[in-house]
């Protein structure tokens, strides 16, 4: 089975600064990768997904990530932090098939902006 | 387009009781629903993966007497947790799945079930 690890779990930083949060994930074969935020109060939303080709994804918001094939890893990436992007971030793997897929979500990330 | 709704957004009962929390997809049908249960600052736990018409697969570990789900239609999944206890308390969210969009899952507002 598929598992995924997010190293940082708590990240503060001042708004503009740059964001890196780390995801790997192991599974041998061909996976879909996500990253959702959770806003506090709010439900999950998508931020961007990977499912083939072009291993940079940019996704909403100013979010981007790279899969790097190599490392099992799908790190999330933003140049310039807002106060508003503080909530929880998962990272998610999920197996390519013809019929849904379950998800496995990585612990999370705190993300904290402050002004 | 993809909304996933569920009612109710919270709910309180005593212990003993049992509590049934709806999952709607509004504009699409769902091929394939999905309950999550999330603790306070930890991540989602999948509990079970529905098809519509078809008996829910759960996870190990959850049990299928305890957290009944039906999905009767294509459009609604329910969870019924059965004689609820404080430590069954937690946020209930569901997913769902769409033929065009297999892989990709949206996910409803969550329930926070409170059991006293």
């Known amino acids: 089975a598929q598992s995924v690890s997010q190293h940082n779990h708590h990240v503060i930083l001042s708004e503009a600064a740059s964001l890196e949060l780390g995801c790997n994930y192991s599974y041998g074969g061909t996976v879909n990768l996500f990253w959702y935020v959770q806003y506090p109060g709010q439900h999950l939303q998508l931020l961007l997904k990977?499912?083939?080709?072009?291993?940079l994804v940019k996704g909403i918001k100013g979010f981007e990530a790279e899969f790097i094939k190599s490392k099992f890893s799908f790190n999330l990436r933003k140049p310039s932090v807002q106060w508003s992007d503080t909530a929880e971030y998962f990272c998610?793997?999920?197996?390519?098939?013809?019929?849904?897929?379950?998800?496995?979500f990585g612990t999370g990330t705190r993300l904290q902006v402050t002004l | 387009g993809a909304v996933v709704s569920q009612h109710p957004s919270w709910v309180i009962c005593k212990s003993g009781t049992s509590v049934k929390i709806e999952c709607r997809s509004l504009?699409?049908?769902?091929?394939?629903m999905f309950w999550y249960r999330q603790f306070p600052k930890q991540s989602l736990m999948l509990m079970a993966t529905?098809?519509?018409?078809?008996?829910?697969?759960?996870e190990q570990g959850v049990e299928k007497d305890k957290f009944l789900i039906n999905h009767a239609s294509l459009t609604l999944s329910t969870l019924t947790v059965t004689s609820a206890h404080p430590e069954d308390s937690s946020f209930y969210i569901c997913s769902a799945t769409t033929s065009g969009r297999r892989n990709e899952q949206f996910f409803g507002p969550g329930t926070r079930l409170t059991v006293l």
């Open positions: 990977y499912f083939s080709g072009d291993p």
């Open positions: 529905s098809n519509e018409g078809s008996k829910a697969t759960y």
């Open positions: 998610a793997v999920n197996l390519p098939r013809g019929t849904a897929s379950k998800l496995t």
């Open positions: 504009d699409f049908q769902a091929t394939t």
